[in-house]
């Protein structure tokens, strides 16, 4: 007699049951309070005791770095291995959603929100700056490359892919693919406790989900919070620098204000009217930048640099990914095991928002566009960007070359001011980093109102509206109250939650194994 295949995850959990509504709101009643305490005295106390803050913070951050090296990027080679897998393995014909499921987005709105909600920030600030950074030795070269040589140039090259190629989005693959499965397939609220189900069962409904949850909304609020920071920084010194308008805190706290005021737009707008819009703006407004760049830079150079970013980046991936015996150990450790966390750190949110826009694709079709798609295209960006910056360097040209990696913030600039028009390319720039910033707020705010109404996908638009003008409140007081270290305070806060997320979702990948296997079982015996 056949065995018979039983549904292992399936549960009678209603999304929202644990819920309150004053006000016509739809709260998850432990998540969104407890949530917003810690928030408030996170901020309170970072503000009013700034240096024991930056001191604990820091701290923190530095011993997950040194003393967990070897964990970081033992798991983030875990993450890419398992992706790969899962496009071969027959697991990956499973649609998400179901065998009738279709897919609520085209292929291009889909691969440019996951895409702008990523690293699309990420791309327009260090393009340029990381390259320059690792050729010119600002802080220790990969591998220990001699700095300014021909071989430095190329591992140059290759390390800025590492850091923005296939393990950080293999990372977010894990969550996504998930929450996505376990949302769609199972039935199950979207917060990150559904992907825990395979390991506490029913359990993950009551305090140890609140937990999980609570954890990844505050990774996300306040990661958001740093790069909105930062990002105003950012604008306000190029604005400085392009057109002489003061770049002090007043100038900041306007370009927070707008940020926020169109994101709030972007948020009434809805989902398909708001972020999927501002995704297609982002992605034409950034091709036109690159086709410009290209075009009216050194052409044939950028188009050598991307053979040699991806040969580069192919042939030094293992001994990048090696944590042990390295003699880098200063850059390996302020780069590298830094972005590894990093990326951690922001996969509950980057890892959500990717499963929210993902249902009606194949495992096999999500994980290809979440993992290599997004590779391919970060090879022609970098080698753009940071290869006309290097050109520019080696041929003795512009501020990049004579005065060598400044302020990191201007970096793209000072590259785009020996490219004709600079002036319209540089301009549009800072509109692009604005209005990536402005997608990640709007997805962010649907990320962390989904978690904090217990995974409901269709709770009241005021909440999402709460949580962006959260985001934008919590940068303003951090830039108003403490300026620059108030942000990096919180940023090692966000990248100090790496440690206990490595953790995460190496389990995650056990679930999701498991949950996979019995679906595939499942769809063998007919059940499906």
Same mark, same amino acid.
């Not at 909600?117 to 010119?136: K, N």
């Given at each position: 007699?056949?065995?018979?295949?039983?549904?292992?995850?399936?549960?009678?959990?209603? !999304?929202?049951?644990?819920?309150?509504?004053?006000?016509?709101?739809?709260?998850?009643k432990?998540?969104?309070?407890?949530?917003?305490?810690?928030?408030?005295?996170?901020?309170?106390?970072?503000?009013?005791?700034?240096?024991?803050?930056?001191?604990? %913070?820091n701290?923190?951050?530095?011993?997950?770095?040194?003393?967990?090296?070897?964990?970081?990027?033992?798991? @983030?080679?875990?993450?890419?291995?398992?992706?790969?897998?899962?496009?071969?393995?027959?697991?990956?014909?499973?649609?998400? $959603? +179901?065998?009738?499921?279709?897919?609520?987005?085209?292929?291009?709105?889909?691969?440019?929100?996951?895409?702008?909600? +990523?690293?699309?920030?990420?791309?327009?600030?260090?393009? *340029? =700056?990381?390259?320059?950074?690792?050729?010119?030795?600002?802080? #220790?070269?990969?591998?220990?490359?001699?700095?300014?040589?021909?071989?430095?140039?190329?591992?140059?090259?290759?390390?800025?892919?590492?850091?923005? @190629?296939?393990?950080?989005?293999?990372?977010?693959?894990?969550?996504?693919?998930?929450?996505?499965?376990?949302?769609?397939?199972?039935?199950?609220?979207?917060?990150?406790?559904?992907?825990?189900?395979?390991?506490?069962?029913?359990?993950?409904?009551?305090?140890?989900?609140?937990?999980?949850?609570?954890?990844?909304?505050?990774?996300?609020?306040?990661?958001?919070?740093?790069?909105?920071?930062?990002? !105003?920084?950012?604008?306000?010194?190029?604005l400085?620098?392009?057109?002489?308008?003061?770049?002090g805190?007043?100038?900041?706290?306007?370009?927070?204000?707008?940020?926020?005021?169109?994101?709030?737009? &972007?948020?009434?707008?809805?989902?398909? #009217?708001?972020?999927?819009?501002?995704?297609?703006?982002?992605?034409?407004?950034?091709?036109?930048? /690159? /086709?410009?760049?290209?075009?009216?830079?050194?052409?044939?150079?950028?188009?050598?640099?991307?053979?040699?970013?991806?040969?580069?980046?192919?042939?030094?991936?293992?001994?990048?990914?090696?944590?042990?015996?390295?003699?880098?150990?200063?850059?390996?450790?302020g780069?590298?095991?830094?972005?590894?966390?990093?990326?951690?750190?922001?996969?509950?949110?980057?890892?959500?928002?990717?499963?929210?826009? &993902?249902? @009606?694709?194949?495992?096999?079709?999500? *994980?290809?566009?979440?993992?290599?798609?997004?590779?391919?295209?970060?090879?022609?960006?970098?080698?753009?960007?940071? +290869?006309?910056?290097?050109?520019?360097?080696?041929?003795?040209?512009?501020?990049?070359?004579?005065? #060598?990696l400044?302020? *990191?913030?201007?970096?793209?600039?000072?590259?785009?001011?020996?490219?004709?028009?600079?002036?319209?390319?540089?301009?549009?720039?800072?509109? /692009?980093?604005?209005?990536?910033? *402005?997608t990640?707020?709007?997805?962010?705010?649907?990320?962390?109102?989904s978690?904090?109404?217990? $995974?409901? /996908?269709?709770a009241?638009?005021?909440?999402?509206?709460?949580?962006?003008?959260?985001?934008? =409140?919590?940068?303003?007081? %951090?830039?108003f @109250?403490?300026?620059?270290?108030?942000?990096?305070?919180?940023? !090692?806060? !966000?990248?100090?939650?790496?440690?206990?997320?490595?953790?995460?979702?190496?389990?995650?990948?056990y679930?999701?194994?498991?949950?996979?296997?019995?679906?595939?079982?499942?769809?063998?015996?007919?059940?499906?």
């Open positions: 007699m056949s065995e018979v295949v039983k549904d292992e995850y399936s549960t009678d959990y209603q !999304a929202g049951q644990d819920n309150i509504t004053p006000l016509g709101l739809d709260l998850h432990s998540v969104f309070f407890i949530t917003a305490i810690l928030i408030i005295v996170f901020v309170v106390g970072t503000l009013m005791f700034p240096d024991i803050s930056k001191s604990l %913070l701290g923190a951050k530095t011993g997950a770095i040194e003393h967990f090296d070897w964990l970081f990027l033992i798991s @983030g080679n875990i993450f890419v291995i398992f992706c790969l897998a899962l496009i071969v393995l027959p697991v990956g014909k499973i649609r998400l $959603g +179901g065998d009738d499921a279709k897919p609520e987005f085209s292929n291009i709105s889909w691969f440019a929100m996951l895409f702008a909600a +990523g690293m699309g920030i990420g791309l327009m600030f260090w393009s *340029v =700056a990381e390259p320059v950074a690792y050729y010119t030795d600002w802080y #220790g070269t990969p591998l220990n490359v001699a700095a300014n040589s021909p071989e430095g140039a190329k591992l140059a090259m290759g390390a800025t892919m590492y850091h923005w @190629g296939l393990h950080p989005w293999a990372i977010y693959a894990v969550v996504a693919l998930s929450l996505a499965f376990f949302a769609f397939n199972k039935g199950m609220p979207l917060t990150l406790r559904s992907a825990f189900f395979p390991i506490f069962g029913d359990r993950v409904w009551g305090w140890i989900g609140d937990v999980i949850d609570i954890i990844a909304v505050l990774a996300t609020i306040f990661g958001l919070a740093t790069s909105l920071g930062f990002g !105003a920084q950012q604008a306000a010194s190029g400085h620098y392009l057109f002489d308008i003061s770049n805190i007043s100038t900041q706290m306007i370009i927070i204000a707008g940020v926020t005021t169109v994101a709030l737009i &972007s948020v009434l707008r809805g989902l398909d #009217g708001g972020v999927k819009t501002l995704s297609n703006i982002n992605m034409g407004l950034a091709a036109a930048l /690159l /086709l410009f760049v290209l075009v009216a830079g050194p052409t044939l150079e950028i188009f050598s640099t991307m053979w040699t970013t991806a040969s580069s980046y192919v042939g030094n991936i293992v001994p990048l990914s090696n944590p042990f015996g390295r003699e880098d150990e200063s850059w390996f450790h780069w590298t095991v830094f972005y590894w966390a990093w990326w951690i750190s922001w996969s509950p949110f980057v890892g959500m928002f990717i499963a929210r826009v &993902s249902k @009606g694709r194949t495992v096999r079709e999500f *994980v290809t566009a979440v993992l290599l798609i997004p590779t391919l295209i970060t090879v022609v960006w970098m080698s753009t960007f940071g +290869g006309s910056a290097l050109a520019q360097i080696q041929s003795g040209i512009g501020s990049l070359a004579t005065d #060598g400044g302020e *990191v913030s201007l970096a793209m600039f000072q590259m785009l001011e020996n490219i004709p028009f600079t002036a319209i390319t540089s301009f549009l720039g800072i509109v /692009l980093v604005l209005v990536f910033f *402005v990640s707020s709007d997805s962010g705010s649907l990320v962390i109102d978690i904090t109404a217990g $995974g409901k /996908l269709d009241p638009t005021a909440q999402r509206v709460f949580w962006a003008v959260m985001e934008g =409140a919590i940068a303003a007081a %951090l830039i @109250g403490g300026g620059a270290d108030a942000l990096t305070t919180l940023q !090692a806060g !966000a990248v100090s939650a790496g440690l206990p997320f490595t953790i995460i979702l190496l389990v995650m990948c679930g999701l194994m498991k949950g996979l296997y019995n679906e595939k079982a499942l769809m063998d015996a007919g059940m499906k």
